[in-house]
């Protein structure tokens, strides 16, 4: 199973108007544990900053996470992330094309894309991995009816054996459905942040432990 952690430091508690150096230390920390409990990917996804806050924190990760499984991708940031010594760029559905960005890229780095609707499948035409969602609706997206099941199967079987992670809406128990989709394993955000009072490390590492449990339960549809 594939997990990828997609980072939001507003969920993380941190206001926009605090420090630098706060904010950057808990999204640090919280790459941390992800990379300590074995996430696959983690996707610096923090649109709102200018380049040299993210080239900050981009390059802050990369170290932190050298010596680890833990592969960063910075989000539709091609420079940063070239810049920061990243493992690779996650392009957003209507970013330029994958081809482009190879062109400018060393052998070996990873490029993923979004993918919100089958129909527009052709966008995601060489990239190394898909992320497809919204699967279900969000507390962030309520309006998003999402691919639903259906939809991210269809997405599985469109994707020429690239790995397909889903994302948006999908809790533990749901966890078997997300494998018996064909799709390779799941992104998301607010499953790996903990609640008050909980340890970020004990938290992020149980998560983990159960995603995978969950995901092993099942096995894909023909």
């Known amino acids: 199973m594939m997990l990828c952690l997609v980072t939001d430091r507003r969920r ?8 630098a150096r706060e904010w950057i230390d ?3 920390a919280q790459v941390f544990a992800a990379a300590a409990a074995g996430i696959d990917l983690v996707q610096l996804r923090e649109p ?12 802050a990760v990369v170290s ?5 499984a833990t592969r960063i991708v910075v989000n539709d940031r091609l420079d940063v992330a070239l810049a920061a010594g990243a493992a690779g760029v996650h392009l957003k559905e209507r970013s330029f094309p994958v081809e482009s960005a190879r062109a400018l890229t060393p052998p070996g780095f990873l490029i993923g894309r979004s993918l919100h609707a089958l129909a527009n499948e ?6 190394d991995y898909l992320v497809a969602g919204t699967v279900l609706p969000t507390l962030s997206k309520p309006a998003v009816t999402g691919l639903g099941w259906v939809g991210l199967a269809a997405v599985v079987r469109s994707a020429g054996g690239r790995p397909v992670l889903a994302i948006g809406g999908i809790d533990l128990p749901s966890i078997p459905l997300v494998a018996a989709s064909g799709a390779a394993g799941l992104a998301a955000i607010g499953a790996f942040i903990p609640g008050p009072g909980q340890s970020l490390s004990e938290f992020v590492q149980k998560r983990v432990i159960d995603m995978r449990l969950g995901f092993d339960s099942a096995h894909p549809v023909p």
Request: net charge negative.
């Open 64 to 68: 932190d996470t050298r010596h680890t």
């Open 26 to 28: 808990a999204v640090r």
């Open 12 to 19: 993380l508690g941190t206001a926009l108007r605090l420090e």
């Open 48 to 59: 709102d900053l200018d380049a040299a806050d993210l080239l900050r924190l981009a390059k």
């Open 122 to 127: 052709g966008v995601a035409d060489e990239a």
